[in-house]
């Protein structure tokens, strides 16, 4: 009886000491290159954390113009600098100086995308565009915030705004259709109940009852004969002649 041929065991799929012993450089410089990641992004958390606690404390502090400024420019980014950016530019809508106060928000909006409070900027302008009786310019504004965050809490005061500074220059028929869009999209809001009311009102004065018959007087109710004329007087009244002029 012929012998039968021993069979071997294949060989393992992966040999872990073979592969090191292929890549061990490579494995050494990623480890190497991945603790270094780590220990760069542990650094950067906290050196953010630590900057977010030192501008918080730098704005809780600040009290004037200069003091929120500087949070601005030592803090460039942070939420402490746009909320310090929207103080000092409503401290200078307060007094007066528009110029200064659009500048503010522009640069605030522009530095600060993500802000929670991005809307307020909008709105700044806007207001500031009202203030100096630049209708056109503050219906705009109103309408861009509508546009731009209309799921917003600032969104049916904007709005509202916008329906009613469009009534004041007299545009009444789209100044209702505005204010009706107040009650429609933000029936919930305390503008829908003022923006009804306002509607209501220019409801009435475009269209407006019509006037009731002028009644007769009542001594002609009572005695409907006495308000003809009599004879003698009937008699009297001279009557147009005819004209033969061409």
Not at 213 to 225: D, H, I, V
Request: proline residues 8%.
């Amino acid at each position: 009886m012929p012998a039968r041929p021993v069979l071997e065991s294949a060989p393992s799929a992966f040999d872990p000491v073979l592969f090191w012993s292929l890549h061990r450089k490579n494995i050494l410089y990623g480890s190497t290159a991945l603790a270094l990641a780590l220990v760069v992004f542990g650094v950067t958390l906290g050196f953010q954390a630590v900057r977010r606690v030192k501008a918080e404390a730098a704005f809780a502090g600040a009290e004037q113009s200069g003091d929120w400024q500087a949070v601005i420019n030592q803090f460039p980014g942070s939420l402490a600098a746009g909320n310090a950016a929207l103080r000092l530019a409503a401290r200078f809508a307060g007094e007066g100086k528009y110029q200064e106060a659009d500048a503010t928000y522009d640069a605030f909006m522009r530095q600060n995308p993500k802000h929670p409070l991005l809307v307020n900027g909008c709105m700044g302008l806007a207001q500031d565009a009202e203030n100096e009786k630049k209708l056109d310019k503050a219906v705009q504004g109103y309408a861009q915030l509508v546009r731009q965050f209309g799921n917003t809490y600032l969104a049916p005061l904007a709005l509202f705004n916008q329906a009613r500074l469009t009534r004041d220059k007299g545009s009444l028929k789209e100044a209702q259709t505005l204010f009706g869009a107040v009650v429609q999209r933000y029936p919930n809001s305390v503008a829908a109940t003022l923006a009804g009311a306002e509607a209501a009102k220019l409801n009435e004065k475009l269209n407006p009852p019509p006037a009731p018959a002028a009644a007769a007087s009542p001594a002609a109710q009572a005695n409907p004969a006495s308000a003809l004329p009599s004879p003698e007087k009937a008699a009297s009244t001279p009557r147009p002649s005819a004209s033969l002029a061409p």
